[in-house]
């Protein structure tokens, strides 16, 4: 039996302009569940002017897992980051 190889080539703009809203919001539901994104403003919610970035939204996880994480710091990493915190 012969076997048969295809190969197409979609440009990610065109696939994305050619979904349905419905198929968009699968989709970003997919990458989301996997990883791959982060949403910043609740799903069917439009984003806001006062959205925070992606930048602060990561900014704030890692404050939050220091936090987590501050009984077992060791001490030469607490004092790292008592001597980055004086600077300013």
Same mark, same amino acid.
């Given at each position: ?9 979609? %440009? ?5 302009? $050619? ?7 699968? =989709? &970003? %539901?997919? $990458? ?5 994104? #982060?949403?910043?403003? +609740?799903?069917?919610? #439009? ?5 925070? *970035? &992606? =930048?602060? $939204?990561?900014? %704030?996880?890692?404050?939050? #897992? =220091?936090?987590? =994480? ?5 001490? *030469? %990493?607490?004092? $790292? &980051?008592?001597? &980055?915190?004086? +600077?300013?």
């Amino acid at each position: 039996m012969p076997e048969f190889e295809t190969y197409v080539d979609v %440009d990610v703009d065109e696939y994305w302009n $050619i979904c349905s809203k419905r198929e968009k919001d699968e =989709l &970003i %539901d997919l $990458i989301e569940d996997e990883g791959w994104v #982060k949403r910043t403003v +609740k799903k069917g919610e #439009k984003p806001s002017s006062n959205s925070p *970035s &992606i =930048l602060e $939204i990561e900014w %704030d996880e890692m404050c939050s #897992k =220091l936090n987590g =994480l501050r009984l077992r710091i060791q001490p *030469s %990493d607490e004092e $790292i &980051i008592k001597q &980055i915190l004086s +600077k300013y």
